[in-house]
């Protein structure tokens, strides 16, 4: 069995082809690659800002909730007084 010289160059033109295929999917891969990269920073700066945001308004909520309960014990005493007077 010999080398087929018209096999040979087969193969080399399929390998060449798949190299060269290769090469433009690679290339059409970092392309896109600036894209997603920008595209998961801002999605990053949007998770931080919100979590930014829930961070404050749970410190609001706390405020709130330690206001209402110093508020709540005066609450009867404002209405024995009323009742009272």
């Not at 018209?6 to 433009?24: H, K, P, S």
């Not at 930014?52 to 014990?73: F, G, H, I, N």
Request: glycine fraction near 4%.
């Amino acid at each position: 069995m010999k080398d087929n010289p018209i096999r040979l160059i087969l193969l080399r033109v399929a390998a060449g082809v798949a190299v060269l295929t290769g090469l433009v999917w690679t290339g059409q891969s970092l392309a896109h690659l600036g894209q997603a990269t920008d595209l998961y920073r801002k999605k990053i700066s949007d998770i931080r800002e919100l979590s930014t945001l829930r961070q404050t308004v749970l410190r609001y909520r706390r405020v709130l909730t330690d206001r209402e309960q110093m508020a709540s014990p005066l609450t009867p005493l404002a209405e024995v007084l009323r009742t009272a007077l």
